[in-house]
Nanobody, 122 residues
Framework: QVQLVESGGGLVQAGGSLRLSCAAS????????MGWYRQAPGKQRELVAT???????NYADSVKGRFTISGDNTKNTVYLQMNSLKPEDTAVYYC????????????????WGQGTQVTVSS
């Protein structure tokens, strides 16, 4: 199996910064993409940012210019640097990874972390 463990959430004032980390472990042959989603109370889970193993990134319009996603393929880890945080960024942030467990397998599966709370006070 595959486990994703997030860290780095917390409480911060508007305009502040936080850095989230997510490490994948378990039976992993290759990870094609890792990313972050978030879910605020009463809202649907939404994409924040993704990063492919080749370094191609994608961001939600709401975080462009403020958040930066990066990854370390050697550590199966993804980071999310969040700057200029706003109260509307308050949510539970979930890490996700698209994983091929075995080298002989020809399919990938999506795995999710348990989530980390980010709260931005005004």
């Amino acid at each position: 199996q595959v486990q994703l463990v997030e860290s780095g959430g917390g409480l911060v004032q508007a305009g502040g910064s936080l850095r989230l980390s997510c490490a994948a472990s378990g039976t992993i042959s290759r990870i094609s993409q890792m990313g972050w989603y978030r879910q605020a109370p009463g809202k649907q889970r939404e994409l924040v940012a993704t990063n492919t193993s080749g370094g191609v990134t994608n961001y939600a319009d709401s975080v462009k210019g403020r958040f930066t996603i990066s990854g370390d393929n050697t550590k199966n880890t993804v980071y999310l640097q969040m700057n200029s945080l706003k109260p509307e960024d308050t949510a539970v942030y979930y890490c996700t990874a698209n994983v091929r467990m075995y080298s002989f397998a020809n399919y990938y599966s999506d795995y999710w972390g348990q989530g980390t709370q980010v709260t931005v006070s005004s």
